[in-house]
Each structure stands twice: as structure tokens, then as C-alpha cells.
């Protein structure tokens, strides 16, 4: 046993004994006042309109070159750039996207709900649009060097494989678009479409592999994703899995995942070494994002990207000072 963990050990801490260092990502440039990258979690929900081409500018002007989204296809196989399945919630309007073509798509709300900031509503303002965006709109609007992170919600959809995958293509961002689904069986069928893009682990496989670093075989497991994109426990997200839930499982997900926050990070540093890019989300409380920068996670991801930049360039102030 003691030479199982030994070497177990040996190889968590020094994984390209074994592994080839991944490198489809191409991730930019960190920058110099930045220890972490930021990812605009919806776009910024909280600062604009959520997964809108007016969010997804906003957050680049921070600073923030990372942009989170995700996608839907409606009837008419328009890809666009929403969480939601239902327009109910940003348009009070009891329609499945999958229902409406694109140009019958309504208008977003003046007062927007928020899923990790409890009890918040976004207010809209003249200065917001009120307009739903489509993946090609935003793939089109931002420098190619940017990196978008992109969740497919009709996971079982081939057709929303097929055409993402496609857009990719065109607009040459393999390297630079991180795609995926939260099963894996579904997640392997948009991988073998095209294996050069990125894809983020799916929530099934999360569980296995924190199962075998758990018992010491994650050193020896052959990992086919590119990045990991894994959930932190927070307050709100506590609480709003508390309220959405009504299953006792509930509690094993959230205790499962704030032991995992505590332990994670060796876990963590094992993968950056095999070229896993490493996120958290969503955090959008400066104490909990402060508690973060602590932490060898690559990026972390927020619906508040304007108080992430500040956060970051505030502590690297209080770096260099030390350093004089």
C-alpha cells in the first residue's frame, strides 16, 4: 500500500512522466496585473443583459479576455446565445426556444432575475439592448484571439453539434473556443465531430476523475478533455440550489462539492501540469472571489467582471508595493 501511494504520489506531482502536455488551447497572454484569467460568466449578467452582444462587449472593455456562454437552437436552426430553454424568465413569454424562429424571438424584460446572485434583478436602462444574440453575431464581433467557453444546452441535439461545430470552423477558432455538454456520452459524440477544439470536462466524467484522484488512480487515467470547468460552493449557490431542489440529493451535491473545494487543490495543479485549463464558477462576491486568487485554479469565472478587474489589479498593487 505504501508503495501504491508512493508512486501514485510521484506521478499526481509529475504527470508528463506519463502524459503529453495538452495543447489545443490557446489561451492569451495573461495579463501582467491579472494572477488569474477572468471568465465573464454569461457575458457579465449582472453589469448587462445576459449572454448579449452588448454584455459580451462590456466584459472585453474591462479587460477580461475570457467570455462565457451558452447556446440554444431555435425551430428555424438559428444558434443562439442563451442559457435558458424557455423565454419565460428574461421575456415572460411561455415559449421554448426550440418552438420560435429567430425573427419571432420577443424582447428582453425591462428587470432581469439572476441565477447566482440571490434575490437580484438586473434593471435595464435606456442605454441596454433589449435584443437576444446569435452565436455567429458575437463570433463575428470580437478579435479571434479572444477565448469563448461555450456550453451546449440541447446536449442530445446533433443538428446544435453539427452547426456550432461548423461556426467554429469558419471563423477559424478552433483553438481559441472551448465547447462541451454535462454528459459525457454526448459530450464524445461532439468531440469526434471535430478533435482539434477544445472541449471542458462533462459533470459525469468531474465525478469520476475527483473519484480516482480520491483513491490515488487519477495520475494513470488517460483524460481526452482540455479544460475543466468546475463548480465552487458558494453562499448564492448554495442557496439557490437549496430552492430549486426539492430531492434530498440536493445535500449530497452540495456537501459533495464543498468537500471537493476544500481538497481540490492538488487535484488542480495535476491538471494544469497536463495542460488542463482549470476554472471555478461562478463567484460574484468580492470576499469569496478574494478567497479565490489564493487558489493555483487558472481562471474564475463571474456574472461581476468589472469588480474581478478591479480585485485583480488591486492586489497586484499591493504585490509590487511589498516588493519595494
Known amino acids: 500500500m505504501v508503495i501504491y501511494w508512493s508512486i501514485s504520489y510521484i506521478f499526481l506531482k509529475y504527470p508528463l512522466l506519463l502524459h503529453q502536455k495538452k495543447n489545443k488551447l490557446k489561451l492569451p497572454p495573461k495579463k501582467d496585473d491579472h494572477s488569474h484569467y477572468i471568465l465573464a460568466h454569461r457575458g457579465g449578467s449582472v453589469e448587462n443583459p ?4 452588448q454584455a459580451f462587449k462590456h466584459a472585453l472593455e474591462q479587460g477580461v479576455q475570457f467570455l462565457e456562454t451558452d447556446l440554444r437552437l431555435t425551430k428555424d436552426g438559428i444558434l443562439m446565445t442563451l442559457h435558458d430553454d424557455n423565454f419565460n424568465r428574461l421575456s ?18 425591462d428587470e432581469i432575475p439572476m441565477h ?25 464581433s470580437i478579435p479571434s484571439e479572444i477565448v469563448v467557453q461555450i456550453e451546449l444546452k440541447d446536449q442530445d441535439n446533433f443538428e446544435q453539434h453539427r452547426k456550432t461545430v461548423e461556426l467554429i470552423q469558419k471563423y477559424k477558432r478552433q483553438a481559441t473556443t472551448i465547447i462541451g455538454v454535462q454528459k459525457d456520452v454526448f459530450n464524445r459524440q461532439l468531440h469526434s465531430l471535430d478533435p482539434s477544439i477544445p472541449k471542458f470536462v462533462s459533470m459525469s466524467n468531474a465525478i469520476k476523475y475527483l473519484g480516482a484522484y480520491v483513491v490515488g ?60 485549463f482549470t476554472n471555478y464558477w461562478v463567484l460574484n462576491e468580492e470576499d469569496e472571489f478574494q478567497y479565490l ?19 485583480l489589479k488591486e492586489n497586484s498593487m499591493k504585490h509590487q508595493k511589498k516588493q519595494q
Do not use: W
Not at 426550440?98 to 424584460?109: A, G, T
Not at 487515467?221 to 440536493?250: C, W
Not at 486568487?293 to 468589472?306: A, E, H, L, W, Y
Open 293 to 311: 486568487t489564493n487558489s493555483c485554479v487558472q481562471g474564475i469565472m463571474t456574472d461581476k467582471p468589472s469588480m474581478a478587474v478591479r480585485i
Open 50 to 53: 445576459e449572454n448579449t452582444l
Open 92 to 109: 415572460n413569454v411561455n415559449k421554448k426556444v426550440e418552438e420560435m424562429n429567430y425573427k419571432d424571438q420577443p424582447k428582453i424584460l
Open 116 to 140: 447566482f446572485t440571490k434575490d437580484y434583478k438586473l434593471k435595464l436602462t435606456e442605454k441596454h439592448d433589449k435584443s437576444f444574440t446569435t452565436l455567429e453575431q458575437l463570433f463575428s
Open 217 to 276: 488512480l487519477l495520475p494513470f487515467i488517460d483524460i481526452y478533455e482540455d479544460v475543466a470547468s468546475l463548480p465552487f460552493m458558494t453562499r448564492d449557490f448554495h442557496k439557490m440550489r437549496i430552492n430549486e431542489s426539492q430531492s434530498f440529493t440536493k445535500y449530497f451535491f452540495i456537501y459533495g462539492v464543498k468537500f471537493f473545494n476544500i481538497v481540490s487543490e492538488p487535484f488542480l495543479r495535476h491538471l494544469n501540469a497536463r495542460g488542463i
